[in-house]
């Protein structure tokens, strides 16, 4: 990512999603965790189309989720790498917003399942999993995120000058 000066607007922002996010997976744990899984802060993941500020906002709302969600460490980590990695690289592809979820569509589906397989010992098979957690983000990152994308842009200046 290039280098930006970093703003209080930009900290401000980065906290309110990475809260937005925390709430949205715990009000909704019971849907927000497991081998089924459809994370309704997976929305969020629209938010680098508008600012740069969502990729550690995202990165950090998912790490206290899982955190107080009650994941385990390897969760914790590689699910909030996952979401850094689809946010980071979904910002790259802003130009374009149907682009922006693949990112993190694709990372979770390659990571999660490996992450319930081997550290939660779901005796599920991998290629099961990975498609549990692809229609999970299906749902999260396209059909959610698409519907607060479309909101969104019609409020596109809220994001102020720094979501390019």
């Known amino acids: 990512m290039e280098r930006r000066k970093i ?13 937005i996010y925390v709430v949205l997976t715990v009000v909704f744990a019971p849907i927000s965790f497991g081998a089924v ?14 600012t740069p500020a969502a990729v550690p906002g ?11 969600g009650g994941a385990i460490l390897p969760d914790v980590i590689f699910g909030s790498i ?3 990695i689809g946010a980071a690289l979904g910002y790259r592809f802003r130009s374009n917003r149907w682009f922006v979820p693949i990112p993190t569509v694709l990372a979770n589906t390659i990571i ?15 290629p099961l999993l990975a498609l549990h957690i692809l229609i999970g983000e299906i749902v999260g990152c396209y059909v959610l995120g698409e519907l607060l994308a479309g909101l969104l842009l019609k409020q596109k200046h809220l994001f102020g000058a720094e979501n390019s």
């Open 37 to 50: 899984q459809i994370r309704i802060a997976e929305a969020l993941t629209i938010l680098p189309l508008f």
């Open 82 to 84: 996952a979401t850094f």
């Open 112 to 126: 999660v399942p490996l992450v319930l397989r081997y550290g939660y010992g779901m005796d599920m098979p991998l």
């Open 58 to 68: 995202l990165f950090l709302g998912c790490f206290l989720a899982n955190l107080l």
């Open 7 to 19: 703003t209080t607007q930009y900290l401000a922002m980065s906290a309110m999603i990475a809260a």
